[in-house]
Structures are given as structure tokens and as C-alpha cells.
């Protein structure tokens, strides 16, 4: 097995994110550093980037994607989580099916949400979550979210499905809340799957060739090294005179290679570019 690897996951719903790892951890020598880039609920499936050994080290690469989802929501009905996991704290009647036509053309665009009281976020160097589960009062940051794109599935006696295109950041638990908001009713989401990250989707599950699916991400230019500095290279900064070729000067990210090999990848930092994951 590599010590540097990428492996993108189905995830099940009902299980946490770190339990989905289990099943990797077991193909891999014991003491492997496993990690993930970007969790799911534990009531949600679909899509997460695994990341193997030094490949741990590349979460930079994936931190700024955009991701879709599809969403199955309840109208008349919200919880404290806001998911199906949570208690029923509010109720109202449901809204018509031209009234969440309104609502979901009108979250198209930027603007700043509050994430739910039950998240990872941290407020206050604590995690809302843990201060939520000691009934104390959280005030939950705005953060800049962005909806690409919404498309309705179906809609019926109060259960919307659709698909939501979004930034980086977005719950759409909240998004679920807010729509609701939009229209003087009350929901909350009781099914999400994750479809795409960035450039992968559910399709690309099962493919294991990390340079291919780090290519897709058009983030990575490959360097050519002269081997007779490898020394000096695997010091961490690559000195200039030994970079024999760059083929995307601009791009963040390279794949560093002696004689047409992998070797490393790295990250361009003020100008230099720097070691960040050996294969």
C-alpha cells in the first residue's frame, strides 16, 4: 500500500464520518495517519475525500470546493439540530408549492448565513455543538455563502426534494431553515446526499489513481527536477537551478518529478515552491 493516497468514499447514512473509515483503516498497516476532507452528518450520505499517510497533508487542495447535494426537506415541522436527529421546537402549516417555487429562486446568489447552533463550529475558542448540549446560549457567527444553482425534484403534502449547488461553508440545514424563514413557515431537512465535490462526483468512487484525480482538480502543474539536487530538494524548499521545467508556472500546486517519476508534491508559497507530501 501507498503511504500517499486518495480514495473517494460512499458514505452510508447513519454512521458518523469516522466510523465510514473503519473499513479503509483495515487495508492499511496499523498506525497510518487516515483522515477525511470535509465531514458529513451522521443521517447524511454521499461523497467524502479520503486522505492516506502523507496524503493527509494535502487537505489545502480541497478546502476552497464547492460541493451539491441533494436534500429531501420537511415543511411544518422545525428541530433544535435541524436535522432528523433533533427535538421538534417549532411548528406551522406548510406553504404551498408556489410559495416554495418563491423561496428557492429567492436563496439563488451570496449572502450571509448563521450555521446551525448544533455544528463544529467554534465560537469562542469552544465548539457550539458541545455548548448547545449544555442549553447555553450560542451567538453563531454570519459566514458568506453562495447558491450556484437550486433545481426542484418534486414536491408533495409538504416534503420538498431538490438539488443544491453551493460554496464552500453553506449548511444546508440552514438553507432548509431559511427557506422555510422566507415564506413565514418552518422545516427541517430529513435527508442529504452529497454528489459532487469540486471536480468529483459519486461516480468517481472506486478509482484509485491519486495523480488522476489530483489532475482533475486543474489546480497542479508538473515540475521536472534535476536529479542532482535531489539532496538538496528533499530539504524542503526546490532550488531554482534545479527546476528543469514548469509546466504551469501560475498553477498552486505541483507534481515534482526525477526523470519523468513522481516523487513529491508540493505548494507554491511566496514564490517558492515548498514540499508538502512525499509519495
Known amino acids: 500500500m501507498s503511504n500517499c493516497d486518495i480514495i473517494l468514499l460512499n458514505k452510508e447514512e447513519g454512521i458518523t464520518s469516522f466510523s465510514s473509515l473503519y473499513p479503509v483503516k483495515k487495508s492499511y498497516p496499523k ?22 499517510g502523507n496524503a493527509t497533508k494535502l487537505n489545502p487542495v480541497f478546502s476552497s470546493f464547492d460541493k451539491s447535494y441533494i436534500a429531501t ?37 451570496e449572502s450571509m448565513q448563521i450555521p446551525p447552533v448544533y455544528s463544529a463550529i467554534h465560537v469562542d475558542g469552544k465548539r457550539a455543538y458541545r455548548e448547545a448540549r449544555k442549553n447555553r446560549e450560542v ?21 420538498l426534494r431538490a438539488r443544491f449547488s453551493v460554496s464552500k461553508g453553506t449548511y444546508i440545514r440552514a438553507l432548509a431553515r431559511d427557506i422555510a424563514y422566507s415564506v413565514g413557515k418552518v422545516a427541517h431537512l430529513i ?17 484509485h489513481d491519486m495523480k488522476a484525480l489530483l489532475d482533475k482538480t486543474d489546480l497542479f502543474s508538473t515540475v521536472e ?5 535531489r539532496k538538496e530538494i528533499e530539504n524542503g524548499f526546490i532550488p531554482k537551478k534545479a527546476i528543469l521545467s514548469d509546466t504551469g508556472r501560475d498553477k498552486i500546486f505541483k507534481f515534482l518529478n526525477f526523470d519523468g517519476i513522481l516523487y513529491s508534491i508540493a505548494e507554491l508559497r511566496d514564490g517558492k515552491i515548498k514540499i508538502i507530501a512525499r509519495i
Open 225 to 229: 527536477l534535476d536529479s542532482s539536487y
Open 139 to 159: 451567538e453563531m457567527p454570519l459566514r458568506p455563502i453562495k447558491v450556484y444553482e437550486v433545481e426542484k425534484i418534486s414536491y408533495s403534502e409538504g416534503i
Open 73 to 109: 426537506i420537511k415543511f411544518g415541522e422545525e428541530t433544535d439540530t435541524l436535522d432528523p436527529e433533533g427535538t421538534v421546537i417549532k411548528r406551522s402549516s406548510i406553504p404551498s408549492e408556489e410559495e416554495v417555487d418563491h423561496a428557492l429562486s429567492g436563496i439563488i446568489g
Open 191 to 207: 435527508a442529504l446526499n452529497r454528489i459532487t465535490i469540486g471536480p468529483y462526483s459519486l461516480a468517481d468512487v472506486g478509482k
Open 31 to 52: 498506525g497510518t495517519k487516515i483522515g477525511h476532507a470535509g465531514t458529513l452528518d451522521k443521517f447524511a450520505s454521499g461523497l467524502m475525500i479520503v486522505l492516506i
